[in-house]
């Protein structure tokens, strides 16, 4: 049994929440507090919610922050002693959760008033339902809620735990998230594909707008940002190992052109050399941000066809893609 500290109000009787909200979280302190304050905001009331924040063993100052702050819900803490990535923390929640219908949110969302009221209706329409916000995402930390929704923010995702409702008992069926996927990404996307078999219907709920803050891109990020996309080509391998069909090999480039243009676009090693990161350097020094995303981003995207052509075996038929 994982321990749990009770913060705000007094735990609630089951039959009073309409919702429980479950945020995992790893080292994001600052902005999982303007997360948690943005809830207390809400047009539901506070009486019928719950927020469940697992922390997936972070070593900042997250617990503390926590019990020192004053909701008008009923937030329940859940510490881990060991990490085990988002989606077995997400299972904590969904095990601890007390409302029929859940709410998954990153650390990093802000959420606007009437968000959760949004995702209930949903639900009480159709009980086989998934439920959709807009993710708005924002570099702006002080004002997140000002950034205008994009078109780059428009997203097709059958399952994105982002900003997604979904009834406990659909969870629960198929199995809930795979603890395979310990590392970063496609936890959500796997899980996705196994609750399609039940036929849920996926539904917008454009009431539910959440702004997912990104901070700024800057240079001294880019070895967090490649080991993230090396973690992201390890866990896409486990994807298709589970679901090895078209789509899946798709939606992770697993495909002899996109093999094939990475070597282009990778020639004589350029990402790794040592004059490429004083370039860099110099771009973010002149203030041409949008230069510099692009090179970064072919860099880490290289991290990422590298990595997934390194941990392919090479007795697997899915060799035959890697060209």
């Known amino acids: 049994m994982v321990p749990e500290v009770h913060v705000g109000r007094p735990k609630a009787e089951r039959e009073r929440y309409v919702v429980s909200v479950i945020i995992p979280t790893y080292n994001r302190c600052p902005i999982l507090q303007k997360c948690l304050e943005h809830l207390a905001d809400q047009t539901l009331d506070p009486d019928t919610f719950e927020v469940i924040v697992v922390d997936d063993a972070s070593t900042d100052d997250t617990a503390r922050m926590i019990k020192e702050l004053a909701v008008p819900y009923t937030l329940r803490y859940i510490p881990l002693s060991e990490r085990t990535g988002p989606g077995g923390a997400r299972n904590v929640g969904i095990e601890a959760a007390q409302a029929d219908v859940i709410v998954f949110l990153d650390s990093d969302l802000i ?12 639900h009480r329409e159709d009980p086989k339902r998934i439920g959709h916000g807009p993710i708005i995402y924002t570099t702006n930390f002080e004002n ?31 199995g809930m998230f795979d603890t395979d996927f310990k590392e970063y990404g496609w936890e959500d996307l796997e899980l996705g594909r196994r609750l399609r078999r039940l036929e849920l219907t996926a539904v917008p709920v454009p009431e539910a707008k959440g702004w997912h803050f990104k901070y700024p891109l800057r240079l001294e990020q880019l070895p967090r940002l490649i080991e993230q996309e090396r973690q992201r080509a390890r866990t896409a391998w ?35 050399k040592p004059s490429t990161l004083a370039y860099l350097q110099r771009l973010e020094q002149a203030g041409k941000r949008g230069r510099l995303r692009f090179l970064v981003r072919l860099i880490t995207h290289h991290a990422y066809m590298e990595e997934l052509r390194r941990v392919i075996p090479h007795d697997h038929q899915a060799r035959k893609y890697v060209r």
């Open 111 to 122: 959420t606007a008033p009437q968000f959760l009221a949004a995702h209930a209706a949903v």
């Open 144 to 174: 997140p809620t000002a950034t205008p929704m994009k078109l780059t923010d428009i997203s097709r995702a059958y399952f994105c735990t982002c900003n997604v409702s979904i009834r406990k008992e659909h969870l629960v069926q198929v």
């Open 238 to 272: 486990i994807y298709y190992q589970k679901h090895p069909e078209a789509g899946v090999r798709a939606s992770i480039e697993l495909m002899p052109f996109i093999f094939r243009l990475d070597k282009l676009l990778s020639l004589r090693g350029w990402t790794d």
